[in-house]
């Protein structure tokens, strides 16, 4: 039923804002004992249209990670960032499931970032093509 599928999509969101909420929690609390030398702050962004999958949202498929603070990291640590993030499988799949398409780490310092899809790193097949 179409009033079903409405419910679905605030749903989503608020699954979406809970897990962003969550990870800027344990992000301050990291940087504030000192477990990290940066402070990491997640976001939505409008995403990478070139790595749409059938679960991506409309508008705003772009999971953002923004470095902040003075001090800088290397481009290998961005990209741990990353891969930490991207080896996790349920954390991907959870992350698709609720919309998002894109990984993006921006080191807002020197403005540079990498992105990488989602769907590359499921590991559920053809699927998501």
């Known amino acids: 039923m179409f009033w079903n599928k409405i419910f679905s999509w605030f749903r989503d969101m608020s699954e979406r804002n809970k897990l962003l909420r969550e990870w800027n929690e344990e992000a301050r609390t990291s940087y504030i004992q000192g ?3 940066v402070l990491l702050e997640a976001n939505i962004s409008k995403g990478d249209s070139r790595y749409k999958h059938s679960f991506s949202r409309l508008l705003f498929s772009g999971f953002r990670i923004q470095i902040k603070g003075t001090h800088s990291l290397t481009k290998e640590e961005i ?3 990353g891969r930490t993030i991207l080896h996790n499988q349920n954390l ?3 992350m698709i499931l609720l919309g998002w ?8 310092v ?5 992105k990488w899809a989602f769907k590359d790193f499921a590991n559920i097949g053809m699927m998501l093509n």
């Open 35 to 37: 477990l990290v030398p």
């Open 79 to 81: 990209l741990d960032i």
């Open 92 to 94: 991907v799949r959870k």
């Open 101 to 108: 398409d894109t990984l993006e780490i921006l080191d807002v």
């Open 110 to 114: 020197h403005q540079r970032g990498v």
